[in-house]
């Protein structure tokens, strides 16, 4: 059955102030009709910001979950969509910076609850320091300045945030020169200041209505995903079972209805080189 009844031409709160319904927005009106609204002055810097000033201490995921409640409490929608990022090494490939992104999707109404994350390679997140090895002309086009903002720093804080011309980006390091004889330049990861990271949360909300669209087979409610697996696919030369995935288990949140699909890849054995007796 098509999730259309939960989520068909309903109102969905956007809970952000740095513009992400540009993209969210359209994803899910185009999906379900939804129609999409923002909150005039809603404030999620209370929960954090990247910069530092607040400091988060909920998980991205709680963080978005509670930008949700926060929406919900000031506007007469029944569902929300909260979106939290986070920037570092990437959790398997160290060298490199990766963007988590989390969405979260709050239907009290239904009493609903969907989530989804991505960790992407696809990001700017970077900073210069002065006298560094790297040319600052070379710094800026690897962040893509000025499509994408920069913050500029001292060791004296922050001298001008959300910088998106050359202008303003000489006269702040100047600034910081002048007053503290450093400076150091952040990119600036706040949505609206970065097309990059814009583009990351479309791609997730497409994930997430991808899986507001998969119901439970039972009682039909949105979200069924998979929530486990299982190891063994066996390996075609010895058939001995390997530690790839043979089978993934979904689970209902609503009724804990389970369904295993085996072979979910359509690979009924695993390739010798992937075997631990065959390859050690
Ligand atoms: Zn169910
Ligand atoms: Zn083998």
């Known amino acids: 059955m098509a999730s259309g009844h939960y989520f068909d031409n309903r109102k969905v709160v956007i809970a952000t102030k740095h513009q992400k319904e540009e993209v969210i927005g359209p ?19 209370v929960l954090g910001t990247f910069t530092g000033e607040v400091e988060r201490i909920l998980s991205p995921m709680e963080a978005a979950r509670e930008k949700c409640v926060l929406a919900l409490a000031q506007c007469d929608a029944d569902i929300a969509i909260g979106s939290e990022g986070s920037f570092g090494p990437h959790p398997t490939l160290y060298f490199l910076p990766a963007d988590e992104e989390y969405l979260v999707l709050l239907d009290r109404k239904n009493e609903l609850e969907i989530t989804v994350k991505s960790c992407s390679l696809q990001t700017n997140y970077a900073s210069f320091e002065m006298d560094s090895e790297v040319k600052v002309a070379d710094f800026l086009q690897q962040v893509k300045f000025p499509s994408h903002g920069l913050h500029v720093k ?6 001008e945030k959300g910088i998106t011309s050359e202008n303003q980006l000489n006269e702040a390091i100047k600034a ?3 007053r503290f004889g450093n400076y150091t330049l952040e990119t600036d990861m ?3 200041n970065n097309p990059t990271r814009m583009s990351v949360i479309q791609e997730l909300t497409q994930k997430l209505v991808e899986k507001m669209k998969r119901c439970c087979p039972s009682c039909q409610r949105p979200g069924f995903s998979p929530t486990d697996v299982i190891r063994g696919l066996v390996c075609s030369c010895c058939s001995l079972p390997t530690k790839s995935v043979k089978a993934v288990i979904y689970t209902c949140e609503g009724c804990h209805y389970t369904q295993c699909i085996d072979f979910p890849d359509s690979k009924m054995t695993e390739d010798p080189m992937f075997c631990d007796f065959c390859n050690p």
């Open 154 to 159: 001292s060791s004296g804080g922050y001298i």
């Open 190 to 192: 706040r949505a609206m």
């Open 176 to 178: 910081a020169v002048n």
């Open 27 to 45: 994803v899910l009106k185009e999906a379900f009709g939804m129609e999409p609204i923002i909150l005039e002055d809603f404030d999620t810097d």
